[in-house]
């Protein structure tokens, strides 16, 4: 896992990010999210990672994770919402998380976000459990 090791920024959101908005009833945060940016800095040793992830939505709210992998963990989002995430180690250079939140509006949703890196770049695909819609993006190793 020492390949997430760093920090991680995403430089444009992906063309499929507001259909899958629109899919999981969100589509009024469009505008909202359409220029967010993000960096997530990851320290792994062994099973327990060290997550930092800042948004350009709410900069000065980083939140700040210790996650052992393989258990599920509470935490908060930067606008408070509620969020319950298992992190899975599927492969030296791949990781799942399974998410449940109550995100901006309220309503409860469950995610699979994957991550996969390959060299200096990380593709991430968000699907919905409940909408059965998906969004992609990729994430670049900062240096």
């Known amino acids: 896992m020492a390949q997430f090791n760093g920090t ?24 909202k999210y359409k220029d967010a940016r993000s960096t997530v800095t990851y320290e792994v040793k062994g099973d327990n990672w060290k997550i ?3 948004t350009s ?3 000065d709210k ?9 258990k599920e ?3 908060k989002g930067p606008d408070g919402s509620d969020v319950k995430t298992v992190f899975t180690v599927v ?19 469950e995610f699979v976000i994957k991550r996969k890196i390959n060299g200096d770049v990380m593709d991430v695909v968000v699907e919905s459990v409940s909408a059965k819609a998906s969004m992609t993006g990729k994430m670049y190793r900062k240096k």
Request: hydrophobic residues 25%; glycine residues 10%.
């Open 8 to 31: 991680w920024e995403d430089r444009e959101q992906d063309a499929s990010m507001g259909p899958f908005l629109d899919a999981i009833g969100l589509g009024e945060y469009k505008d």
């Open 62 to 70: 980083p939140m700040e994770y210790d996650v052992t992998a393989g």
């Open 73 to 75: 963990f509470d935490g």
């Open 52 to 54: 930092k992830y800042v």
């Open 91 to 109: 492969s030296d250079s791949e990781l799942r998380e399974d998410e449940k939140t109550n995100f901006e509006d309220g309503k409860n949703r």
């Open 57 to 59: 939505l709410y900069p």
